[in-house]
């Protein structure tokens, strides 16, 4: 079935390719309409080719990390804490509840500043605030991660280690989020040290987006609502943000799924090391790190190189649904709106 | 809110002056004038030299094979698809391909290297990192291109110009500032990757030979001289993150500025 498909797959290029050929062959002439049509087969061909990167990337990983698909079962390879490549145990949990933390600890401080944030640029500040404002906030979006990390070992590495024993002192008797803040971690280097440099991370990227969507909703909305006797505030809760909903939703998935693959700066603050977590002051170690430190030297141990792969993969997956979820509900929004 | 604005801003404010901070007192014009020399990560004498030049050469060969990549398909999607359901789904793929972490394109780019019996070198890098800012260059110039009036493409084609043409002389030549952001924007994103170049690019203390040898970069060299026990080696972590700091800068200053010069001449 899927050899049928994959033949008619290249017959289709093939066919392309032909037909490209057959197109110069009869341009001797090289008349401006046939430069045209020519130039119409080649860039179509291109955008094609590039539509194809991304099953390429996701067929490539799966071959690869094959092996050890077929090697383990997958409820071992996701759920079991063993992780010794040297003994042949591969259980990828704590990397993905060291993923799982790391994120959700910088979406709860992103997504309240980013969003508060975008709603004060759209709605209440002057033209000149906004004016310098939206600069340097795109300024932020342009550091290289590697920076980002840097600062977060000279900046929130030393503040979390100082805040760390007062916060489990203070937090670690409340019942149910209590054991949340337990710290037997001295180094600073931590969950949520990674937390709040990626939370830095994706706050130009939600509120990029969330600004748009927010900017879309038409004045006339907020005009009625106003008329009606609402202040700033109420229309804001009532109108707008319940109007363009879907978008933020889609601008927060956007920041998520960024968070997930954010590699390098991550890596430099968790502490890294393979355990699973209890509290916001342990270290982790994400999937994307454990990708970043290991390969390269895999080649000596059996599987660990599909191991590695099959971690990518795990990353491309849940990046991807990610991405298409925002990707469906932003088209759905800007059909509507027109 | 304007707290949140604030604290957003700050920590803008906060990253800018700790890397400053930290990083001038270890500048000196050796690390920029010279290559690292024996016992340089002991914390002996040399520079970054090699990094800098390194860097350069990645993310200039990858946008400039970005671009030729990316040109002709937007063209395709504004010029020849347009509002078509074609043009949407590739658009949808290309923003897929946006969100697709460096890391995975690191691996994909190591695997395809491998497979091809190349080693970690410039040339592997550039079509790494070049994968990495294809997205990035197809979505700006798709905005830009976006933007051109539809009156102005009916005029050249009612004049009789072919679509080619039109693309070319008009839509290019309309647009030329906004492209140029993209693709500085995409320069940007490159120089500063590490993830897509751990594998591909390799690291080497000698300035680039030739596109199969192996490569040093900024970030990298940020990145490895933070992992060693030796506080001079991490203070000259702090300086090449300066200088990281300031190229990215420098280009993201530069290409605003040029767009808003460029755009003197664009009939509105």
């Known amino acids: ?338 | 809110m304007i707290g949140a604005t604030l604290t957003v801003l700050g920590s803008l404010v906060l990253i800018l002056g700790t890397v400053v901070w930290r990083g001038l007192p270890a500048l000196n014009l050796d690390m920029l004038t010279q290559t690292p020399k024996g016992g340089y990560y002991l914390g002996k004498e040399g520079g970054i030299l090699n990094a800098i030049v390194g860097s350069f050469y990645l993310a200039g060969g990858a946008t400039i094979l970005a671009v030729v990549i990316s040109l002709p398909i937007v063209l395709y999607l504004q010029i020849y698809a347009a509002r078509t359901r074609r043009a949407e789904l590739a658009r949808l793929a290309i923003d897929v391909l946006w969100g697709i972490p460096s890391i995975v394109y690191g691996a994909f780019g190591f695997i395809i290297m491998l497979a091809i019996g190349m080693r970690a070198s410039l040339l592997a890098g550039i079509i790494t990192l070049a994968l990495l800012e294809l997205p990035i260059i197809v979505r700006g110039m798709d905005e830009a291109i976006a933007l051109v009036p539809n009156a102005l493409h009916e005029a050249s084609l009612a004049l009789g110009a072919t679509r080619l043409e039109t693309g070319i002389k008009v839509v290019v030549r309309q647009t030329a500032p906004a492209l140029l952001t993209a693709v500085l924007l995409a320069f940007g994103r490159g120089i500063g990757d590490a993830a897509a170049v751990l594998f591909t690019a390799g690291y080497t203390d000698r300035l680039p030979g030739s596109l199969l040898s192996p490569v040093a970069s900024l970030p990298l060299a940020v990145f490895f001289q933070l992992g060693t026990p030796f506080p001079a080696v991490r203070e000259r972590a702090y300086a090449a993150a300066l200088v990281l700091t300031v190229i990215v800068l420098a280009i993201s200053l530069i290409s605003r500025r040029l767009a808003k010069r460029l755009t003197k001449h664009v009939i509105r």
């Open chain 1, 1 to 338: 079935m899927s050899q049928a498909n994959g033949n008619r797959f290249f017959r289709k290029i093939r066919g392309r390719v032909a037909d490209i050929i057959e197109v110069i062959r009869r341009m001797q002439g090289r008349s401006r309409l046939g430069q045209d049509r020519l130039a119409r087969r080649l860039m179509g061909l291109l955008t094609l080719l590039v539509g194809l990167l991304l099953p390429l990337i996701a067929a490539v990983l799966f071959v690869r990390s094959q092996p050890i698909l077929i090697a383990k079962p997958l409820n071992e390879l996701l759920f079991s804490t063993e992780w010794r490549p040297a003994a042949g145990e591969f259980g990828f949990l704590p990397f993905i509840v060291g993923t799982l933390w790391v994120t959700v600890v910088s979406m709860l401080v992103a997504v309240p500043l980013s969003l508060m944030t975008a709603v004060y640029l759209v709605e209440y500040a002057p033209p000149k605030i906004y004016g310098w404002s939206k600069p340097l906030i795109d300024l932020l979006a342009g550091i290289p991660s590697v920076i980002y990390g840097v600062w977060g070992i000279l900046t929130i590495v030393p503040f979390v280690q100082q805040i760390a024993p007062a916060m489990s002192q203070w937090l670690g008797s409340v019942p149910l989020i209590g054991p949340l803040f337990q710290s037997d971690n001295p180094t600073g280097y931590s969950v949520l040290a990674g937390g709040l440099v990626l939370a830095v991370m994706i706050f130009p990227i939600i509120i990029a987006v969330a600004e748009e969507v927010i900017r879309a909703v038409p004045q006339g909305l907020r005009e009625a609502s106003l008329a009606l006797g609402a202040t700033r505030w109420q229309t804001i809760k009532l109108v707008v943000l319940r109007r363009a909903w879907p978008g933020v939703f889609a601008a927060v998935v956007l920041g998520l799924s960024r968070a997930f693959g954010e590699t390098m700066a991550v890596l430099m603050v968790v502490g890294n090391v393979p355990q699973i977590p209890h509290s916001v002051f342990d270290a982790a170690y994400p999937l994307t790190a454990l990708l970043a430190n290991n390969y390269g030297e895999m080649m000596s141990i059996p599987l660990y190189d599909a191991a590695m792969l099959g971690s990518a993969l795990i990353l491309l997956i849940i990046v991807l649904a990610f991405n298409l979820v925002a990707r469906v509900v932003i088209v759905r929004l800007s059909l509507g709106s027109k």
